[in-house]
């Protein structure tokens, strides 16, 4: 009876244990469970409502992109309007020139050049241009003198914006918050000075399903020369004679923006497969997206893979730093790098400079790709920054003969920056890129020049046919 009872007793502490154990187990995994299926729940998004005018409350690229780095998507902008509309006083207008000059002190790269070509030391004229501020009369009168201020740059990516280009980059940069710098320009650009000042509507993000661009968008200009009198279409085709085609291209586009270019370049490689001979007419192209002829153009057009070196420098203000930050390429510090090394022109334009990138730029043909002909490339002073970046691989690669006259420079740069005078909400622009081609020159000081110079399209097309041997 004793062992009996024993052996219940066991039994009894053994179910007791086993339950307790068993239930522990359980328990645990039902909370594994819990956290492996809020692990594969998507996060929710968190909204976050934003002032634009905020954006001047970060101090640093640091600070800034902390907060950005927190962003689980665009903020839901609030365009707040509280300030009556007023003339600026003499005081306001200081302000905003001194933030002008020290931006262009801090990020600006080519005044070397400046002092070589035009003989402008732009620094030492502060106290010039701070006499004309002072004794302006009218924001009118103001906004003239920032213009005449930045044009003594000498460069087409250094001005005073427009009302025209104010909205078309708000609205480019409305599908590139992923691009912390591009974010933080498109909410500068929201403040409530700058709708003001254009008067202009705050724009909401608008995202998109792309890639990260490499490089930022240019001013894109609109005085181009087309082959047809359609200027909408911004790529058109042609075949001249048997063996010999060409295609305009206007611009380069932005990725969203290219699609029917492509489907028009495709089918008109489709259908004339016996082309031996094209021409790429870009003159007058003034930029836009380096995608459009590295992805997209060019692949189209080669028959293997091709590849150039440049080499790019950048001081240290706060602009360019988040530039770099933003930018999907290896930079380091200067200090660094042995410049003796790289064969550069006028090394003594980098002693001010902290940053170092080499600028590698490989480009594959694409598996459908069927033209592998010869090819012309023609160009005038008007290309110039993407377009001019285009002209510059094609001379260095060697994949294409230049026709036309030298290009317009400024080619090799990570982009053009915008940025908001505090209180006027003029948005002025300028390039941070202090770019060298293969053969170490700068290419906004020597841009690129032309293996055979022509005066006018049917010069070019007829010097293209004698050298291809093509009759007429």
Known sequence: MKKKSKLSLFVLVFIILFSSCAQRRIDYLNQRKDIILSEKKPKEKKIIKF????????????????WYKKLDGPCDLVFKDKKDKKELSQEERIEDFNYLFNQIKDNYPFFGILKRQYGIDFLENYSRYLNEVKFCKSDQEFQRIMQNIMADLHNDHATIADKEYVKETLEYYSHFWKDPSMYYEFLAMNKESVRDRYDIKGVQSSEIEKKKSKKRPTHKKTSIETLTEDKAENLQTKIIQPGLGLIRVNEMLAEYELSNDMKKLDKFLKENPDLKTLIIDIRQNSGGNVEYWQDYLLPRLIGKKVSISNHMFFRDGMRSKMLLESEDIYYENIENVDLTKLNLNHIEDLKDFSYYSKDDIEISPIKENKFEGNLYLLVDEGVYSAAEGFASFCKNAKIAKLVGHKTGGDGITLGLINDVLPNSGLVFTY????????????????????????????????????LEKIEK
Request: no cysteine; charged share 35%; hydrophobic share 25%.
């Open 431 to 466: 390039t941070n890129t202090l770019g060298y081609a293969p053969d170490g020159s700068i290419n906004e000081e020597e841009k690129t020049n032309v293996d055979i110079v022509t005066e006018s399209l049917n010069e070019s097309i007829d010097t293209i046919k004698k």
């Open 51 to 66: 002032n634009p005018d905020q954006i001047d409350e970060f101090k640093s690229t640091d600070e800034y992109l902390t």
